[in-house]
Structure formats: C-alpha cells, structure tokens
C-alpha cells in the first residue's frame, strides 16, 4: 500500500505563513503538517510515501519520501496534482491532502476498506465547522449517502443541513483493481469542456470524485467522528482539539 499526499499548493488563505513555505510545511505544535502526516504513516505501517510538490519544493526534504513535481501548480487544482504521481498508480493508493492531519484511527478505517474505491467522511463535521465559522452551511458542501452506504453526491453547494450527512475530508483509497480504470477514464475525459464551470486543469477533487461515481464504480462511505484537522486559514490552529478527539 501507498501513501500518495497532494502538497504542490501555496495556500494564499494561511499568508503570511506560506511566505517562503508550501502549505503543508505549516506547523501544528511546533511539527509541520507533512512531518505529522508521515509520522502517522509510520504507525500504521505504510512506508512507501510518495509527494506531490509545486510552490517552494525545495523546501520539503524527508528522505522517506519521492517527491513528484507539478510544474504548473499554480494553474491547475488537485485533480492535476494526483496525476502527476500516476507511474505509481499500481498497488492499493491512499491519497491525502497536505493540509490535513489525522488520528491513526482515521486512516486506518481507510486501509482497512476492502472496496474498490472508499473516502473517508466526517459525521460529527457540524461540531468542528461551528467551533471554525458562524455558519457552517455558507462553507459545507453537500454529501448524501445512499441506502447502502456508497456516496450519491459530494461536493455541491448545500441548500440545508438535511444535505449534508457528512463532510469530505481530503482521504481517499484507490484499490489496485480499480487503479487501471480510474488512470483510463481519466485520459477520457474532454479537455475542452467545463466541469461544475470550471475548467478541466482546474477541476475540484469531488467533482472528479462524482465522476467517478457516476461513471466507473461507486464511492464507499468510511465514516468516522472528528480526529482530523484542516489547515486552510490560520485560524484553523486554534481548533487541534478536533484532531485530538479520537
């Protein structure tokens, strides 16, 4: 299994921080985002790591790692960012944004998801996204689950709380399976044209996700209660409790 953490932003929102560092170099107590996130790596016994730098690359020096760069960070999003890495889209693949943290339990429950393709979510998100904002439905974005437990929809602008049952986290596990289909389904999709308005180099995560699901296999639901942080703004840092509660 391998680790494959998207890290080539700036993160503009947490200036001054990311003056002369990438985003995920950000620290959290004293230890940068990537160091805690390969920290975690290590207990859960995934050693092969892989990185997917951009701004400031240099900057980011583990030996555990392979670093992959993406030359055209600043025009392009995640989706981008993953295929980057694609020559080591060949056994199970978590893939984690570089501007989280998580409790061990969190990716675990990842790893231990036997389907072909699994994410984790958030049920407990309204607590962590009051102590982060006045309103968490102007931020949240939609996620309703089916009966059986796989993803209908993610990532859309919320009308109510009623459609929202979770929040995405930035975690995601490709099986090896479904690897070959993903990487085709890719190359297949038109360059040319829009995707949730915006285009393809700058698609979001969970549109490519709802892709996905619509088009290639269903998205399993692994869902867990807190024990992850975001770091988007600096204010973020004022809220590791919610990585804390396990």
């Known amino acids: 299994m391998k680790l494959l953490v998207l ?66 960070y600043e025009t392009t999003n995640m989706v981008e960012s993953l295929f980057c890495a694609e020559a080591i889209m060949n056994d199970d693949l978590i893939i984690s944004y570089g501007d989280i943290i998580y409790q061990d339990n969190v990716i675990q429950s990842l790893m231990n998801s036997a389907l072909p393709i699994s994410v984790v979510i958030d049920r407990e998100w309204k607590r962590y996204w009051s102590a982060r904002m006045e309103n968490p439905l102007e931020d949240a974005e939609t996620l309703k689950l089916n009966d059986d437990g796989t993803i209908q929809e993610l990532g859309k602008k919320a009308d109510s709380y009623d459609d929202i049952q979770g929040q995405y986290i930035g975690l995601i596990k490709f099986s090896k399976n479904v690897l070959p289909r993903i990487r085709e389904f890719y190359h297949s999709l038109d360059r040319n044209v829009t995707y949730d308005g915006r285009s393809f180099e700058q698609m979001y995560m969970t549109t490519f996700l709802q892709l996905l699901s619509d088009q290639v296999e269903p998205l399993n639901a692994v869902p867990v209660d807190n024990g992850w942080i975001e770091v988007d703004e600096p204010s973020d840092l004022d809220h590791v409790v919610f990585y804390d509660r396990a």
């Open 7 to 72: 890290a080539a932003g700036q993160g503009t929102r947490l200036r001054p921080l990311t003056d002369n560092i990438p985003k995920c170099m950000v620290p959290v107590n004293g230890i940068p985002i990537l160091k805690i996130q390969l920290e975690t790596a290590k207990r859960v016994n995934i050693t092969d790591i892989h990185v997917v730098c951009g701004y400031r690359e240099e900057v980011i020096q583990y030996p555990e790692i392979t670093k992959h760069n993406n030359e055209l």
